[in-house]
């Protein structure tokens, strides 16, 4: 009787020990832990602000190249498209320019968003970035005016008469032989 006393005193003595040790390991793993998923949170929300920003401006040049809005119009498109992130875009982010490229007009649009981190971490990471898109479209004409320059018509050309073709006959196929039915085996119970 006395060594399983013995026995059960050392088991709870370890015990006591073991839980001391977990303890010790969650407070040194939790805060990292903690910092990687709201990391992994943080690159997710700045990279769905980046792809928002980018089809704002991207949105906006392709209604500048149609000749459907006023630069101010198309301000507020990028403004409005940009409304569903964290940190609001004004008219003031957003430039609107008419450019000539290889001779032909466009309009080029920038959309800048200025981000503020949910985790503030001085001397590794910075409290706030800008990320900017710039789309550059060429104008379209009006629709129902022809595209500017030269259309090449083709010219009528002769088209020779009816060709003497073969014809295909049906000839008669010779019919597959089936298969019999092979015998089930006595294991399977067919």
């Given at each position: ?112 968003n200025t981000r503020t981190l949910m985790l503030h971490v001085p001397l590794v990471m910075p409290n706030s ?62």
């Amino acid at each position: 009787m006395y060594p399983k006393r013995w026995l059960r005193r050392l088991r709870q003595k370890g015990d006591r020990g073991r839980k001391g040790q977990a303890v010790v390991e969650l407070a040194v793993l939790l805060p990292l832990f903690l910092v990687m998923i709201i990391g992994v949170v943080e690159v997710a929300d700045s990279m769905n602000g980046y792809v928002t920003v980018v089809d704002a401006a991207r949105d906006g040049a392709r209604l500048g190249s149609k000749n459907l809005a006023t630069d101010d119009q198309i301000k507020n498109l990028v403004v409005l498209e940009t409304n569903r992130l964290r940190n609001a875009t004004t008219t003031g982010d957003v430039t609107v320019t008419h450019p000539t490229v290889n001779g032909v007009a466009a309009v080029r649009v920038q959309a800048c968003n200025t981000r503020t981190l949910m985790l503030h971490v001085p001397l590794v990471m910075p409290n706030s970035f800008t990320m900017c898109s710039t789309t550059t479209m060429r104008m379209l004409p009006p629709s129902g005016t022809p595209a500017p320059g030269p259309t090449n018509t083709p010219a009528p050309t002769n088209t020779p008469g009816p060709t003497n073709t073969p014809t295909r006959t049906n000839t008669p196929v010779p019919p597959t032989p089936t298969r019999t039915p092979t015998p089930c085996p006595w294991w399977m119970h067919c």
